[in-house]
């Protein structure tokens, strides 16, 4: 449909004018792959990514090999690509972590903390507040070193838990508070297992505000395992969020689901902001292509939407007439 | 995740207390299956529906056997749900397809009308105004039915067209306002290619109040092929519209790509709406379930990505706890 002037931009009131899209396939998108992806894939799809328009661009974690084999290259991938003109942060999971990164020259890092005392435990074998307490000195040291290293504080688990259910807004309020309080620049307020409905997002950026936590350092994670990311995301905006995680062409396993997808496509985010006006810098038919492209790298199709629709796009086509027919 | 408190209730400000779902997956659903699905199979179906605590469910469509080979069987299908203590619309395309319905005692029907020449040439191989022209009788003869026969009107390619691209609003409206002076009880703005987003589906609707055209007899019909269905909804309802469109399993095949959906999914949408503590009166558990059983029945595994998560739901197993893993 691109190139037939749809969408069709029309802005919606109470929106923001820009949106930062904080990419995150090549990190949180490729991590559960089963199938080592070469380095020089993954450098591709980095490169191609930027190409696109795309400004931040999560590129790898130096987390120990042992947890994340998929990612075990980072010291290799990640001076294949810290050329390019992007924001290109990195997870760090620890101090040993951090060394590594900053060691190869990283300028962003971003730490990965849970609400639920059961996912800190499942992903982190450690209590809530015993994995803040392993991030405090991750971050410190990071902002002093040189002008400082920008961080992001990852929450996961923020609206519900597998074990524990709907999870407790003052519960993720605490933590959010605990990551800023240690030098955290910015939230991404992860919705993991994507149960979370848009007045529960309303609600949560609300409280975090009361608690003097400005929606300027807050960024959304929606998962879109029961299809809810979007919806979620349009309240965010409405709330005044700017920047949005997502994953190019869906990347991502669903943990519950493995025909459904986890992460937010970064290609029906660029619809839908495109549609509203809302300025990404991102050119949603070579996002699209590249998308396309990781899939074939992958061997299966693409979960998002937008990314199947452009890439059959047939309307003139026999089957487009066909499949229209409705009596 | 349901039964678990999630997704948790919380409302947002500025929404309806209660939503109308007008349940298609059994006409609009089915209507496009290559595979004849059995008569029996389709009551079952309708009667699960009903089951489920959904109050108006589509039936099927009286439209000529040779366009609509799937549901050549509404004669034999409407007199095996008829019973059901919920209202049973059917598609009427024409005088005969009404004598038809009213035949077999059908207190509701619908006529199918497009926004745009070109859809209304593919569809019906008539111009709109043609188009309109055999519609009219249809809904007179309606109305005049007994105490009156409701009438829905269906208006597609509200947003975009696929010969078209974009479509003009004020096109779109005229066309609103012709069948509601021809009778109409009610109107379905159909987003058939599904490229809408949320500041276009504002706009229309402001522009049909512009012309007094309440929000009361507007329903809404979102296709997911860009993944933008669900906020363009959440938007449809913060502008006041009680009444959406969905298909249970996401069933309804999108044109332009096999693997991707068409149809709003019922299940994404009554999850969003029970997370705003929105009243529906349907069980989602039993609607997961129906759902299931007719992917079942049509031997591929739902769409819908609230079925496909909560089908696969094993929170407590090893496959979740190590898909959970982040380093």
Known sequence: MTGRGLPMAVPAAGLPT???IHEVGARDGLQNEKVTVPTQVKAEFVRRLAGTGLTT??????????WVPQLADAEQL???VSGLPVELPVLVPNERGLDRALALGARRVAVFASATE???KANLNRT???ALAMFEPVVERAKADGDGVHVRGYLSMCFGDPWEGAVPVPQVVRVCRALLDMGCDELSLGDTIGVATPGHVLQLLAALNEEHVPTSVLGVHFHDTYGQALANTLAALQHGVTTVDASAGGLGGCPF??????NLATEDLVWMLQGLGIDTGVDLGRLVATSAWMAGQLGRPSPSRTVRALSHEDPEGQEGREAHKEQ
């Open 118 to 120: 059961s996912f800190a």
């Open 78 to 80: 990640f001076p294949l």
């Open 57 to 66: 661009i999560e590129a790898t974690s130096f987390v120990h090999p042992k």
């Open 128 to 130: 809530v507040d015993e």
């Open 257 to 262: 689901a493995k025909s459904a997808t986890g």
């Open 18 to 20: 820009r949106v930062r």
